[in-house]
């Protein structure tokens, strides 16, 4: 059963330093999400992203981050200077297109921020 | 934000029972519904879903229902295996985005 893929796995990084995060969706989906969870916190909409472009996004998502399909496969997720409370688990979804609803999640990358 | 909730952080139900997990909502917008099942260190396991336009969807051991005018639906598993422990969440469509609102979760521990 296709589904969708995310490294590394776990991530630690310094304060201030640049991470980027990576996904691959479900092969022909059109529909690409990020959302995270800070520990004992709901999971949280960043950015959604189709043709090439954010479509929508949250007050979270800031300067700080980006997203990018820089090949047919890949979609990442770059935060610039990291930030102590961007450690969280980051989820990446992907959606087949506007008639199916159902968004499929990765196993998340964990992101701790020292 | 508070426009997805899930009241009860715990569940705890014998194996071969019922098990009822609830998700209240405000937003009236909201038309699509779907449930997730999540296990520690993994992402968010896709369950069953339903639509604004109908009150019950029916998918092997489990089912929801949607009570539009309460703005409340309901996961049913029955009967609970000890397989079916873990964090179950509610998530809601908003029509004008595409982002998922997701509630806090619920814990379900079936015992055997």
């Known amino acids: 059963e296709p589904e969708v893929t995310q490294t590394p796995s776990h991530q630690v990084t310094q304060m201030g330093q640049e991470v980027i995060l990576r996904c691959v969706p479900i092969s022909n989906h059109l529909y690409f999400y990020w959302y995270r969870q800070i520990l004992g916190q709901k999971v949280e909409f960043l950015v959604s992203?189709?043709?090439?472009?954010?479509?929508?996004k949250s007050e979270i998502f800031d300067d700080q981050f980006s997203v990018e399909r820089p090949d047919g496969s890949n979609f990442t997720l770059k935060i610039r200077s990291t930030k102590l409370e961007d450690s969280a688990m980051y989820f990446c979804a992907s959606r087949g297109d506007r008639y199916q609803e159902t968004q499929y999640f990765g196993p998340g990358t964990r992101l701790l921020v020292l | 934000d508070q426009q997805v909730k899930q009241n009860s952080p715990s569940l705890s139900v014998q194996e071969g029972r019922i098990s009822i997990l609830n998700c209240d909502y405000t937003n009236s917008m909201f038309d699509y519904f779907l449930w997730y099942k999540k296990y520690p260190a993994e992402g968010p396991t896709f369950l069953i879903s339903?639509?604004?336009?109908?009150d019950k969807n029916e998918d092997g051991r489990f089912t929801v229902f949607l009570n539009k005018s309460a703005k409340h639906l309901s996961l049913h598993i029955v009967p609970s295996q000890p397989g079916d422990s873990a964090v179950y969440f509610c998530?809601?469509?908003?029509?004008?985005?595409?982002?998922?609102?997701f509630g806090e979760g619920t814990q379900l521990t079936v015992n055997p």
């Open positions: 339903i639509s604004s336009i109908k």
């Open positions: 992203f189709y043709n090439n472009e954010i479509s929508e």
């Open positions: 998530a809601a469509y908003d029509p004008s985005g595409s982002r998922l609102t």
